[in-house]
């Protein structure tokens, strides 16, 4: 794997010219190439097949096929580094991402973003900045999620059932593609911290100190494979702090704590840091 080549990306969306001004900020970036462009979710399926794009920003509400089903196909494909159509420098094991882009911060269309595999969902008024580094953030393999969707996240994935004890889904957090965010969820391993989680939901029986003070009957048995120190870190993670910020409060190193939150996300089998936060608190951690 070359990890000098340019991040590929597909852009989604049926008004021509949203995707005209992203392939415009994505095409002023030096690691970046706009390699596709669709008008709607069947087109971004077919593209997506055929291309083996790195990153697709998908709309929500298009003609036809919704973003949402297209997402949920595009994330199931599986590379195929011997195409014909995917060049050697762009070959690899890496799986498409996809990041939803809306209008509608909504809680229906988050959840049905994450359960169709997406790994970020942001505002379509999102900074170009902070869309740029979500891009690299999820190329890398982390998960991104914007700040105003977190708390409402959070509430209902408790609510629905997703903290249910030992349900938490997704794939096994690995010490190359560890799973995060730089932008709305905290910093993940793989970043930098300079994200943070705000507006957490104190569930019933938190002390003010930020304790649980009701113990659940039932704890998954993945907790006990985390060392006290990890049980620190998830327990700071839970309360919406960055890396930075925890190396300062634990007063250990950022490489530490990167190294905790990888180890972390593995043992508990969570996909990414808003799992391991409803793991935190599904376990009266917090």
Do not use: C, W
């Amino acid at each position: 794997m070359n990890e000098s080549r340019s991040i590929r990306v597909i852009i989604a969306d049926d008004q021509e010219l949203v995707r005209a001004g992203f392939a415009m900020v994505i095409g002023s970036q030096p690691d970046m190439e706009v390699v596709g462009q669709a008008s709607d979710g069947a087109q971004a399926v077919a593209l997506a097949e055929s291309l083996h794009p790195d990153v697709v920003l998908m709309d929500v509400r298009m003609p036809g096929m919704d973003g949402i089903e297209a997402t949920s196909r595009i994330t199931s494909l599986s590379a195929a580094p011997g195409d014909a159509t995917v060049s050697a420098e762009s070959a690899d094991d890496r799986p498409t991402r996809v990041i939803i882009l809306t209008t509608f911060d909504l809680d229906e269309y988050v959840m049905a973003a994450i359960n169709a595999g997406a790994s970020g969902f942001l505002l379509k008024d999102t900074e170009p900045e902070t869309l740029l580094n979500s891009i690299r953030t999820v190329f890398q393999g982390n998960a991104i999620i914007a700040p105003s969707a977190t708390k409402r996240l959070i509430e209902k994935m408790m609510q629905d059932g997703y903290a249910q004890h030992g349900s938490l889904t997704g794939d096994v957090a690995r010490s190359d593609a560890v799973y995060g965010s730089a932008v709305g969820v905290s910093g993940g391993a793989a970043g930098n911290g300079a994200g943070s989680m705000t507006g957490i939901p104190s569930p019933a029986g938190a002390a003010s100190d930020g304790s649980n003070t009701s113990r659940p009957a039932y704890t998954d048995p993945e907790l006990d494979l985390l060392t006290d120190r990890e049980r620190e870190v998830l327990v700071e993670i839970a309360h919406g702090l960055s890396n930075q910020e925890i190396a300062d409060k634990l007063f250990i190193s950022l490489p530490t704590v990167k190294t905790h939150v990888a180890h972390i996300l593995a043992k508990i089998n969570a996909r990414d840091r808003v799992q391991a936060v409803v793991f935190a608190y599904d376990n009266g951690l917090v």
